[in-house]
């Protein structure tokens, strides 16, 4: 696959690639999963809307430059390049903003899009419960209408950013005695509501990147419905849509780690054990192939066309690739991809943090066997 820019295209990315190297702080920031680290990339959402490059592909109205995605993929392969902080706004950003922006009323679009794009307002997940897992149609949560408010019950976890982020989205029973994916509605809700609590949870680094929720009869106007009153399915897999498809994993943050695995092994090849090479050109391969795949896939959308299980594929290709990749860099290691510090640690322990990550993947956004069974069913036909 050939992929050309245009001239104008070319200027885009001179623009984006000239700001990010005046601003792009010259220390890495501490983790956004802890409250200093949480505070300072929030400054730094910040400071990229304050130079319009918060959300490129978005309406100018709503804080964005009004262009295409492929602008967002030159974006951000620019942004990776630069090696500029994670987006601790992406749940908001990315998953949330593109779904109030087909389903959200005028008034939602207004109220919730600036903020959020302004770095004001940060958003965590609300999906997952204890007794439900990967499975959102056995939420159990409700949602009940008491006037013009929800009085919501019941309990999240895994709720990503919900330590330290302000607000909320997730699916909770509405239709009393309604049953899997009936019945459900979307509902955003602040985080420092009356009757919720937030109970971190450690992450395998042990920083709290995920939170415990309890809803204890919390009152939610019924203005933060997000779509139709049971209809809450439909718009969940749509953000579902947005995560495991185009907006949160894209090509360039894999490729940007497939060039350190190269520079890695270069550095250490000399006493590598044979078929170590291999591994490496094989993650560099992948993370080519996922980039040429979405400029593909990008391409059929700009035409018209929507998405639909390429999102379950593409979260498979992803999670299955960064795995390899991240394994690859520890076998190149050896002993040494235990340190995060010292004389000895190589990159301040970077890799083994990305290599931790790496083992989630194939748990959120769906687990990779439950977007086996989608595939199966939806584009291969086998029997449920």
């Known amino acids: ?49 304050a130079g319009n490059w918060g959300n490129v592909n978005w309406p100018i109205e709503y804080g964005g430059r009004g262009l295409d995605l492929i602008s967002w993929l030159i974006f951000e392969e620019e942004y990776y390049r630069a090696d500029a902080p994670l987006r601790v706004s992406q749940n908001g950003i990315f998953l949330l903003a593109p779904t109030i922006m087909e389903f959200g009323s005028d008034e939602q679009k207004a109220r919730f899009l600036p903020p959020m794009a302004a770095g004001d307002e940060i958003w965590a997940q609300a999906w997952s419960e204890p007794g439900a897992g990967s499975d959102m149609a056995a939420i159990t949560s409700k949602a009940e209408r008491d006037g013009d408010h929800y ?48 109970r971190p949870i450690a992450q395998l680094d042990g920083d709290p990147g995920f939170a ?7 009152r939610v106007p019924v203005a933060n419905l997000l779509g139709p009153e ?11 849509g947005f995560e495991r498809g ?34 490496v050109v094989q993650a560099w391969m992948n993370a080519e ?18 998405i639909s299980s390429e999102s379950s594929a593409n979260k498979l290709f992803w999670s299955e690739m960064d795995k390899h990749l991240h394994r690859t ?38 687990t990779n066997e ?11 036909g086998l029997p449920r």
């Open 230 to 240: 049971h209809g809450g399915w439909g718009v969940a897999m749509a953000t579902a």
């Open 151 to 198: 009085v919501i019950t019941g309990q999240k976890t895994w709720s990503s950013r919900a330590v330290f982020a302000d607000w909320c989205f997730g699916l909770f029973r509405t239709e009393a005695g309604s049953e899997r994916h009936k019945g459900l509605s979307k509902i955003l809700v602040p985080l420092d509501s009356h009757g919720l609590t937030r």
């Open 1 to 49: 696959m050939n992929i050309n820019f245009t001239q104008e295209q070319q200027r885009f990315r001179a623009e984006v690639r000239a700001w990010l190297a005046d601003n792009v702080p010259a220390e890495r920031l501490p983790s956004f999963d802890t409250a200093e680290g949480f505070e300072l990339h929030r400054e730094w959402e910040k400071k990229l809307a």
């Open 289 to 306: 192939r996922f980039c040429a795949a979405t400029y593909q896939l990008v391409a059929r959308v700009q035409a018209g066309a929507s």
């Open 212 to 218: 415990e929720l309890f809803f204890d009869e919390v």
């Open 329 to 366: 860099a520890m076998s190149i290691m050896g002993a040494q991809a235990e340190l995060q510090e010292g004389l000895d640690a190589i990159d301040n322990g970077r890799w083994l943090d990305g290599y931790m990550f790496s083992l989630a993947g194939p748990i959120y956004a769906g």
């Open 246 to 279: 185009l907006l949160l994993r894209s090509p360039a943050r894999f490729q940007e780690a497939a060039a350190r695995l190269v520079r890695l092994y270069q550095s250490h090849k000399h006493r590598l054990a044979s078929g170590v090479g291999e591994q």
């Open 370 to 380: 439950v977007q086996r069974n989608i595939l199966a069913e939806r584009v291969l």
